[in-house]
Structure formats: C-alpha cells, structure tokens
C-alpha cells in the first residue's frame, strides 16, 4: 500500500510539457453516486458524447493526472467529454471501479437516449472498458457506439512475450509495477476474475486500439485485436514505431501524438454511418 500510495502522488503531480486546452471548460457533477467532470469544448457535437476512463494500474489515476490531455482530447473532437473518476484499488478492489463505470454508462443511456456514447481509455483504463462490455453483454444492456484504447492493460497475469523482450526499451512500466496493481486490484480474488483477457465476448463494438513499439504490454493489443477482429469487422490495431506507454499523455504536441488523435478522431467518424444506418462497412485495416 505505501508503493501504492508514493506512486498516486507522482502520477497526480507528474510535470506535462503543455498547457490546457484554453478553449475546453471543466465542471464537476456527481452521476449515480460517482464523481465525473465534464469537458465541454467551445462548440461541441450536439448528439455525441465521450465517457473517458483513465489508466493508473487501476490504483492511482484522478482528474489531476489526465485534465490537461483530456482538455486536448475533447477540443480535437469537439465533443463533450465526461472523465470518470472510479473507485481505486485496494482500498476498493475489483468490481468496484468497473460497477463505477456502468453504472455511469447506464445513466447516460437514461439522459441522453438520442446521442452516440462511445468510450475512450488508456492503459487500466482501457482495459477497463473491455471489461465494461463484457458487463453490459451479461446484463443485455445496450453497447456503446465505439471504443478507442490507448495502450490497453488487457492480461493482468502479465505473462505475454513483450513483457521480457520490451522490458529494457519501456520507459514507464515494469512487471514488477503491474504485477503489485495487479494484486490489489484483484484483492483476494483469483487474477482470472478481473483480468479482461479472462472474458469471452460473442460481440464487441467497432474499436481502435493503439499502442507503441516500446511498450511492455504492446502483446497486450496485439493479443486482444487478434481476438476482437474475429467478432467486429471494424476492428483496427494501430501500433506506434518508437513510441511508449501513453505516449499522447506524455506530449500532446508531439508528432506521434496529434496522428494519433487525427486516427481516433477519423475512426469515430467512420464508424458512426455504420452503427446509424445498420450498414456494414468494409473492415478498417
């Protein structure tokens, strides 16, 4: 708990080489009993709206590690963005953070019955959302339109190739770091129950997933697009020479990084004529 707790405050404070997005207001609201943030830019999309959920190894991350990226993110959209601030682990372990999630899905699906919901994660946050859809898919609840993941912790057991042969080149992640999320999140649990490689889908909504060459957990997207692509023919992986973990966080200026979120940003689009009109789509390569 002590690693855990210096790690939190690093990730909060952690220096960012860019400003806010100036143009993208933030206010604080309450939706089913979980603390969210609006991020509303200047003009947003009138019928659209993000859920972003954050990384940290499901036990750190908050509005203060990811406002300035995510300021960004919904000006580069221009859609309303809420940032779900779920319960973290070990203090609250698995499900705890992942019935935080669903439950604010499921009130959006109540507020807005006419807009397009598609989610948006990186790292713990993006498997996170994996896991959300595996949620909804048991209860019948409605799937989201789209899902981008950036950098997705997919297998909690860490046992992928990538995680020894990148383990020199990642400059933000190690096995031993994951392996002490891992745990608390799972709690006294088996890491086969909160793992989203654990979870059988039989559908999934279009997705992209992007990740960087110099990533532990780079297998991690390569294991599930090879997985999802079976399922959703609007499946993409999109993987980042030279890149590492999160890179858009690290420096949204970066050439790598507004690619990126010119990526997103025209998967969302290409996708959405789709899931309107009940056409299929020729796949995304």
């Known amino acids: 708990m002590h690693y855990i707790k210096q790690f939190r405050e690093s990730f909060d404070h952690r220096a960012r080489p860019y400003d806010y997005e100036q143009t993208v207001d933030i206010s604080k609201t309450c939706l089913a009993g979980v603390s969210c943030y609006w991020f509303t ?9 993000i859920l ?14 990811h406002d300035k990226m995510v300021t960004h993110l919904a000006a580069k959209l221009q859609t309303r963005t809420l940032f779900i601030e779920y319960r973290l682990a070990p203090e609250n372990p698995f499900p ?17 019955p006419d807009h397009q919901v598609d989610f948006i994660g990186d790292s713990a946050g993006g498997g996170l959302i994996i896991s959300v859809v595996g949620k909804l898919l048991s209860g019948n609840i409605p799937l989201p339109h789209a899902a981008v993941l ?11 190739p990538s995680y020894e042969a990148n383990a020199q080149i990642d400059s ?36 992209l997933i992007m990740v960087g060459t110099n990533e532990i957990v780079l297998d991690d997207s390569k294991y599930f697009y090879n997985y999802v692509k079976n399922l959703q023919p609007l499946s993409r992986l999109t993987i980042y020479e030279d890149q590492p ?14 690619r990126a979120f010119e990526e997103m940003k025209a998967f969302l689009k290409a996708t959405a004529p789709a ?3 009940g056409k299929s ?4 390569l």
């Open 150 to 160: 950036f950098s997705p912790w997919y297998n909690l057991h860490c046992d992928y």
């Open 52 to 65: 972003f959920v954050h990384g940290g190894g499901f036990s750190a991350g908050s509005i203060l590690s």
């Open 172 to 207: 933000t992640l190690n096995k031993e770091m994951l392996n002490i999320f891992a745990q608390a999140y799972a709690g006294a649990l088996s890491l086969d129950l909160p793992s989203p490689s654990s979870i059988p889908f039989t559908q999934f909504p279009p997705v």
């Open 96 to 112: 705890a953070g992942l019935e935080d999630v669903v439950k604010v899905y499921q009130k959006m699906l109540v507020q807005y």
């Open 41 to 49: 830019p200047k003009h947003p999309v009138s019928d659209k709206i």
């Open 281 to 284: 789509v020729g796949r995304l």
């Open 275 to 277: 899931r309107l009109s």
């Open 245 to 258: 973990h999160v890179w858009m966080k690290k420096d949204v200026h970066s050439e790598a990084a507004q």
